[in-house]
């Protein structure tokens, strides 16, 4: 089987991809790992940026219809001291350029505004070599392969698609963040409903914090985000729900009970992410017929810019092709000139951040640099 465009992985910056490459009659095709739309949850709230998530949305037509999904008052920040003291608070006023949406919402409205038939589910990627001319082979867990003259990877930190271009492979960033949910929380939980506010709540200390969200259905997300080796994580036995929420909630010894409660009373089992990152000036030399988008391209420390990235880099792949509808490499040529320089600043901006809100002046330089510079927001 041979198609023009092939994407593999369905996440926000392929299907924008997708997307933009329809808006302008190029026809895509997604190979996706997962069996359905509905095979996995798809994270939490995302806040889309007015420079380059907006933007990308716009381009894919989508902008009015986004805007339907945005859930008000979820933009207001809070940063408490670690015995629940409110240091900071950045209420709501409907003026912020980071409205909020459930990732799964947005990822929805990508999906339904494709043809169908253009994600191919339960197709996890085995292998992929090259043909030569800028042609590639895909080759899939079922034995199934697809031939194609343009291959954009899509597939996220862990990439198939990377080794066609590079050698580079994400490393531990020294930082892992435990997540769970509490529902109902102004039923159940409202003293932790209260703790974490209308918006999100950031409790921070040096190599270590607890950030929540309020999302929609009465919901708090949160994430346990702790500076220690993997060895450190590999002793908690996770398959022990209860166990491995009181395991990570003594890292957070002498800090206010409503907050570690955050931990403790999770209505879900924690789930471990480690945090991996690509080298911040992460690049590769061009090679015919094959490129890179979001988290594949440049993983970083999560920055509130990952999501927004990818979906950026899809939408201006899209547009360059676009633009150059008899030569894909002058295409992705220009694509990737503009993309290194921009991934590498948010990257740096990310690892920048990171350091205010985990390192030795955790939470003080953070709010310093709220209070100095509404950028960081």
């Known amino acids: 089987m041979t198609t023009d465009v092939t994407i593999i992985g369905a996440g926000l910056g392929g299907l924008t991809l997708a997307r933009v490459l329809h808006v302008h009659g190029i026809t895509a095709t997604v190979y996706e790992a997962e069996t359905s739309p509905n095979a996995r949850a798809q994270g939490g709230m995302l806040d889309i940026h007015e420079d380059n998530g907006q933007p990308a949305l716009r381009a894919a ?12 008052g979820r933009q207001a920040t809070r940063i408490l001291e670690r015995d629940g003291t409110v240091l900071f608070e950045d209420p709501d006023d409907g003026t912020g350029g980071r409205p909020e949406v459930q990732r ?4 929805r409205l990508l999906l ?14 085995s292998g992929v070599r090259a043909l030569g001319e800028g042609r590639h082979e895909v080759t899939f867990a079922d034995g199934g392969t697809v031939v194609t003259s343009l291959l954009v990877g899509a597939d996220g ?5 990377r080794p066609l271009l590079c050698a580079a492979s994400p490393a531990y960033t020294g930082m892992s963040v435990v997540e769970m949910y509490l529902f109902d929380g102004d039923t159940r939980h409202p003293d932790r409903a209260k703790a974490v506010g209308g918006g999100s709540l950031l409790a921070l200390a040096p190599g270590r914090g607890i950030v929540a969200h309020r999302e929609k259905g009465d919901t708090l997300h949160v994430y346990a985000m702790l500076s220690e080796p993997q060895d450190w994580f590999a002793a908690v036995d996770f398959t022990d729900a209860a166990g491995a929420g009181a395991r990570i909630a003594q890292a957070y010894e002498g800090w206010a009970p409503e907050l570690t409660a955050l931990i403790t009373d999770a209505d879900t089992a924690p789930v471990l992410r480690p945090l991996h990152a690509l080298p911040i000036e992460h690049r590769w030399d061009r090679v015919p017929g094959v490129t890179l988008l979001g988290d594949a391209a440049h993983l ?37 000139r503009a993309m290194f320089p ?3 600043e948010a990257a740096a901006d990310g690892t920048r ?15 310093a640099a709220f209070v100095e510079d509404e950028q960081i927001r």
């Not at 037509?61 to 008000?72: C, D, I, M, T």
């Not at 930190?157 to 698609?161: C, D, L």
């Not at 951040?353 to 709010?367: K, R, S």
């Open 61 to 72: 037509g989508l902008l009015e219809e986004f805007r339907g999904l945005v859930l008000e």
């Open 104 to 107: 799964g919402e947005l990822r």
């Open 157 to 161: 930190a862990w990439s198939r698609v």
């Open 342 to 344: 921009r991934s590498a």
């Open 353 to 367: 951040l990171h350091e205010l809100m985990f390192g030795d002046l955790a939470p003080h330089g953070l709010i």
């Open 112 to 125: 339904d505004s494709l043809p169908a038939g253009t994600v191919r589910w339960g197709h996890k990627v």
């Open 300 to 336: 970083s420390v999560p920055n509130g810019e990952g999501a927004n990235l990818a979906m950026y880099d899809g939408a201006e792949l899209g547009r360059a092709l676009a633009a150059h509808p008899d030569d894909v490499e002058a295409a992705l040529t220009a694509y990737e």
